[in-house]
């Protein structure tokens, strides 16, 4: 039973733990969002191809505040679909991202922060 405990209380905090992180690196982005969207990341490569097609350049989204940074990165890949969705597209180019702070901690250190995405959204052949 004890052993039991010992796990269960290695899982919440494992979690807890995880849940803290206020950012992604650049890596984990690049590496998540792809998964996340329904429409078809592009690589700066892939975006000079002659089938593709800028839509809409410098588009920024800032995502409803999630629980985690996963979450928040599953709300900025809901925003990019509806936006490449509402251009007629069906791929998009993350151009930057980045975590702002909107509310800090008493010592001053982020405690919540949302997600702002910036992208071009395109239609491929």
């Known amino acids: 039973m004890k052993g039991i405990i010992n796990i269960l209380l290695t899982i919440c905090i494992s979690i807890f733990l995880n849940s803290c992180a206020t950012t992604m690196t650049p890596m984990q982005v690049n590496r998540t969002l792809p998964m996340l969207?329904?429409?078809?990341?592009?690589?700066?490569?892939?975006?000079?191809n002659p089938n593709c097609k800028c839509l809409a350049s410098g588009r920024?989204?800032?995502?409803?505040?999630?629980?985690?940074?996963?979450?928040d990165l599953r709300n900025?890949?809901?925003?990019?679909?509806?936006?490449?969705?509402?251009?007629g597209g069906n791929a998009y180019k993350l151009i930057?991202?980045?975590?702002?702070t909107i509310s800090t901690d008493q010592y001053g250190l982020p405690s919540l922060t949302?997600?702002?995405?910036?992208?071009?959204?395109?239609?491929?052949q």
């Open 96 to 100: 930057n991202f980045r975590w702002i």
């Open 76 to 87: 900025g890949a809901k925003g990019i679909d509806e936006w490449v969705s509402i251009d």
């Open 114 to 124: 949302q997600l702002v995405i910036d992208f071009d959204t395109y239609i491929c």
């Open 37 to 48: 969207t329904k429409s078809t990341y592009l690589s700066l490569e892939q975006t000079q």
């Open 60 to 71: 920024s989204y800032t995502a409803p505040v999630g629980l985690t940074t996963k979450s």
